[in-house]
């Protein structure tokens, strides 16, 4: 995994739901 992935996840965990960071994870990866 990227750094900027960890972060932003970290990030989001706080101010959004986890699922809602993975599907934005997903569609970068998938991108």
Excluded: A, D, P, W
Excluded at 4 to 25: A, D, P, Q, T
Excluded at 26 to 31: A, E, F, L, R
């Amino acid at each position: 995994m990227n750094l900027s992935l960890i972060i932003f996840y970290h990030l989001g965990s706080r101010e959004k739901n986890r699922n809602e960071v993975l599907e934005v994870i997903m569609v970068k990866k998938g991108n």
